[in-house]
């Protein structure tokens, strides 16, 4: 699930920042260049783990900045397929559920991935969304948020960024994890 990423990085230091301490200085960039961002591939940016060496210092003319080539690891969110994750319910609709980690919310159970054999009901507490059930022996196994969700990862994916987006839509998620319900000891962990 987190997994350190060496990066190299020429990196542009501005001029206020050279009274501070080099690694400092330069620790301080890497974070609001990097932290919170998806690197396409390498996952989720969570911190800046180590700096291993910071070549240069060059001023280029017209520029009071010197730029660094520094080599750091970051910490990197990128869970792999058949990982076993518990998350909570963010929303649930006819199309599936949608869960989060806190940190990360765009993590997708599809309705064919759910429990087999499942379907949904109004909720009477949010007109907007509905409760997924689970069928199973003649008993009824809601999914309703009160609980976590264990999941299983099937897909990790890197849309390609859209060059419009229509007003209405969703905000663009870089990274979409593709969970499923479907094996035993998945979905809220008081079924099991």
Not at 88 to 98: F, T
Not at 148 to 163: A, K
């Amino acid at each position: 699930m987190f997994f350190l990423s060496l990066i190299e990085h020429t990196l542009r230091l501005p001029p206020h920042l050279l009274d501070l301490p080099l690694n400092e200085a330069i620790k301080g960039e890497l974070e609001s260049l990097f932290l919170d961002k998806v690197i396409a591939n390498l996952g989720l940016c969570i911190s800046v783990y180590d700096i291993r060496s910071i070549d240069g210092g060059f001023v280029f003319p017209g520029d009071g900045a010197s730029t660094y080539t520094v080599e750091f690891r970051l910490v990197m969110f990128r869970p792999f397929v058949g990982e076993i994750i518990t998350a909570k319910l963010k929303e649930s609709d006819a199309n599936g559920l949608q869960l989060s980690l806190g940190f990360f919310d765009d993590i997708y159970i599809p309705v064919h991935l759910m429990p087999n054999p499942c379907h949904c009901e109004p909720d009477p507490e949010n007109k907007s969304q509905v409760i997924w059930i689970w069928d199973y022996q003649e008993q009824k196994f809601p999914i309703d948020g009160l609980d976590e969700i264990r999941f299983q990862v099937q897909s990790v994916s890197y849309p390609p960024i859209p060059v419009e987006q229509p007003k209405e839509s969703k905000p663009f998620a870089p990274m979409m994890i593709m969970g499923s319900l479907d094996y035993d000891g998945l979905g809220p962990v008081s079924w099991w």
